[in-house]
């Protein structure tokens, strides 16, 4: 599994690569997306809960920068993980300006709607079989 480039940020990678990761304490996986998604659609255990947006209106959110900080020790990568992949980006980007090795996961925890427009059977987070949960 190797990390592919990116512009801005340390890499993309795999979501098997970040649990790889985070299994052997090498990372912490941030989750940036809302609470509201993490309540309704699920979540990673142990992950660190961090919106890079909030909901209403989707403005960033201004504890982002500390939490981030507090949550990612020295010389831990920050692996970080949204819904499809997209908002995890600026996150990584934010993170590589802060002085972290940050890591977008690709396909995020849902992956890209399908023909149907439902998420969830075209890769992600839990389209991979990694551990997750509800509510």
């Given at each position: 599994m190797a990390v592919r480039p990116a512009q801005g940020y340390a890499g993309n990678?795999?979501?098997?690569?970040?649990?790889?990761?985070?299994?052997?304490?090498?990372?912490?996986?941030?989750?940036?997306?809302?609470?509201?998604?993490?309540?309704?659609v699920g979540f990673v255990p142990g992950s660190v809960a961090l919106a890079w947006k909030q909901w209403p209106g989707m403005a960033v959110n201004p504890d982002f920068d500390a939490g981030l900080q507090a949550a990612v020790a020295a010389g831990q990568k920050a692996v970080l993980l949204c819904r499809s992949g997209v908002r995890s980006i600026a996150a990584a980007r934010r993170a590589t300006e802060l002085g972290l090795e940050a890591y977008n996961i690709l396909e995020g925890f849902e992956g890209d709607p399908d023909e149907s427009a439902h998420r969830g059977r075209k890769g992600g987070w839990r389209y991979h079989g990694l551990p997750w949960r509800q509510g």
């Open positions: 990678i795999t979501p098997q690569l970040a649990w790889s990761w985070v299994q052997a304490g090498e990372a912490v996986l941030v989750d940036v997306r809302t609470d509201a998604e993490r309540e309704w």
